[in-house]
């Protein structure tokens, strides 16, 4: 009794693990991660390799992100790349430069997702063209965030767009996500494109114009650039026209090659020809817009718009524009609603 007792209970555990182990291929697909590719400033691409003889494969893709171990539910982004076995891959745009980003493959089953092992790749660093300004290569807001300077002319600027989250004196400048609230406000306000925080990194952030009135968005010994002051830096960069020539003080679109020479040689929508220069280190980006007519947003990878503070003799309130498909600036009364850019310049 004993003996047959022991052989049942030796029989079960025989059966169990062979069963789990004839399942295990079956419930779970092999996945591959080969070498990352055709890596740029702003662009690579994944390569990965799924072998499932049993299982059919519902969808395949990338999970990315610059934290460590990104999944489905937490990542940058992720894609779709069709089904089945064998060999794909996916190319990522819109890249940082010089920034380290984990990605894995993944499969979906019936059974379920599988995870491929994480891999990490850093992208290229951007060869900047522009001159710190002597005494003070960097700045940091009253957030901590770190700015680079540069030099241009007789300006000293701000590289990277404001992405301030207070005020210099500590205060906290309302976030608006609500398209109608943004649209009717008529006080400070500020928001990331698309109501996404991840694209401060990049872009910075948009605010209205009641918060550039303010005089307090820039960090102490620093102002929003004023339009006189963005004329100077036109006239400055510019091929054909200088400092000083009336073309400056018009509206619409002016200058010849001063748009070209300000944006970023990366992340605008545009094909060779138009690509920025960044001849000068002023690296402009193509953060887009909050419209204040609607509160929607608008045009990003495609239009760089900023705010320029009102002279002491002007009554409009003026955006400058850069487009991915212009080589000049322009520069066009704006609502005060509107959610642009803000480029800080030392006092």
């Known amino acids: 009794m004993k003996s047959t007792r022991l052989f049942v209970i030796l029989f079960l555990l025989i059966s169990i693990f062979v069963f789990g182990f004839s399942c295990k291929d079956e419930t779970s697909p092999v996945l591959i991660t080969n070498d990352v590719t055709e890596i740029t400033e702003s662009t690579a691409m994944l390569n990965a390799e799924i072998n499932s003889e049993d299982l059919e494969v519902l969808v395949r893709g990338f999970v990315w992100d610059t934290i460590s171990n990104p999944d489905l539910d937490k990542n940058i982004d992720k894609s779709e790349n069709g089904a089945g076995v064998g060999k794909y891959s996916h190319q990522l745009t819109d890249l940082l430069d010089g920034e380290m980003y984990y990605f894995r493959a993944y499969a979906q089953t019936e059974q379920g997702i599988t995870y491929g092992g994480e891999t990490s790749f850093t992208t290229d660093e951007i060869l900047w063209n522009g001159t710190p300004c002597l005494d003070c290569e960097t700045v940091t807001d009253i957030d901590g965030n770190v700015y680079r300077t540069v030099l241009i002319g007789n300006q000293c600027w701000l590289v990277e767009n404001l992405r301030t989250t207070k005020y210099n004196d500590g205060e906290k400048i309302p976030i608006t996500t609500d398209n109608i609230e943004w649209k009717n406000s008529t006080s400070a306000a500020m928001c990331y494109y698309n109501n996404d925080s991840k694209n401060e990194e990049k872009y910075g952030i948009l605010y209205n114009f009641y918060a550039v009135e303010t005089n307090k968005l820039c960090p102490e010994g620093w102002h929003v650039a004023t339009d006189n002051e963005w004329k100077e830096l036109e006239g400055f960069v510019d091929t054909e026209y200088g400092i000083g020539n009336n073309i400056w003080d018009t509206e619409g679109w002016r200058g010849s090659d001063v748009g070209k020479k300000l944006k970023s040689s990366t992340y605008w929508l545009s094909s060779a020809e138009q690509m920025g220069t960044d001849d000068l280190g002023f690296s402009g980006l193509p953060?887009?817009?909050?419209?204040?007519?609607?509160?929607?947003?608008?045009?990003?990878?495609?239009?760089?718009?900023?705010?320029?503070?009102?002279?002491?003799?002007?009554?409009?309130?003026?955006?400058?524009?850069?487009?991915?498909?212009?080589?000049?600036?322009?520069?066009?009364?704006?609502?005060?609603?509107?959610?642009?850019?803000?480029?800080?310049?030392?006092?």
Not at 305 to 332: C, M, P, Q
């Open 287 to 347: 953060a887009g817009l909050r419209e204040g007519n609607n509160g929607e947003f608008q045009r990003v990878d495609e239009w760089g718009l900023w705010w320029s503070a009102k002279n002491a003799d002007e009554t409009n309130v003026y955006r400058r524009y850069l487009g991915n498909h212009e080589n000049n600036i322009a520069r066009f009364p704006s609502n005060m609603a509107n959610g642009h850019s803000v480029r800080c310049i030392k006092d």
